[in-house]
Structures are given as C-alpha cells and as structure tokens.
C-alpha cells in the first residue's frame, strides 16, 4: 500500500522556519522525483520545489528561491523541506508527491497534506 506522509507543518510568526518532512512506504522511493507542493485557500496548487530520484538536482518556484531548501534520505524513505524566512503568503497547505514516469507508464502518488499557517 503506498503511503506519502507528511508532518512538520504548523503555526509559525513571519520570518520564522519549519521543516516539512514525508516519509513514503509502498514503493520504490529511490526511484522516484520528488515534489512539494501547496495550495493556498481559493487558489490553485502550485509547485514549491521538486528533487530528482537520486537527489542531484534541485528546482523552486520563483516565489522561494533562496529561502526553501529541498532534500531528500534515501536510505529512510524521506523527503523534506525547509522553510526559512516564512512569509504570510507561504500560508497554505502543503502537499508530497512522487513521480515515477516510465516509457509506457506513468506513476503518481500524493499525499494528504500539512498545513503551513504564517501570522503574527
């Protein structure tokens, strides 16, 4: 059965940090790119930040460049996020997912989300 788990999220005072973690069973997590995204009420889900499988490379929304970090355990099944310099418009929750794209096939498993509150 696979599951994508995320904790971490939480009440936090602007310019603050959390750290985002999903850990993920069920599949073959070291094959898998890896996501976080979120989705901010009345709005749509956009992508925060991916990794690749191996964890070489990196990409971040323009929006938290330089202040988000993503990185990934693959001997513990584990993707994180750090969020550094939080701003109230990081309020949102915050999604995992895996991705595993094949020749004929196409992999894609989410999880239910943490939520991210930024207030004074």
């Known amino acids: 059965q696979v599951q994508l788990v995320e904790s971490g999220g939480g009440l936090v005072q602007p310019g603050g940090s959390l750290r985002l973690s999903c850990a993920a069973s069920?599949?073959?997590?070291?094959?898998?790119?890896m996501s976080w995204y979120r989705q901010a009420p009345g709005k749509e889900r956009e992508l925060v930040a991916a990794?690749?499988?191996?964890?070489?490379?990196?990409n971040y929304a323009d929006s938290v460049k330089g202040r988000f970090t993503i990185s990934r355990d693959n001997a513990k099944n584990t993707v994180y996020l750090q969020m550094n310099s939080l701003k109230p418009e990081d309020t949102a929750v915050y999604y995992c997912?895996?991705?595993?794209?094949?020749?004929?096939?196409?992999?894609?498993?989410w999880g239910q989300g943490t939520q991210v509150t930024v207030s004074s």
């Open positions: 069920g599949f073959t997590f070291s094959s898998y790119a």
């Open positions: 990794i690749t499988s191996a964890g070489g490379s990196t």
């Open positions: 997912n895996a991705v595993l794209k094949l020749v004929r096939n196409e992999y894609d498993y």
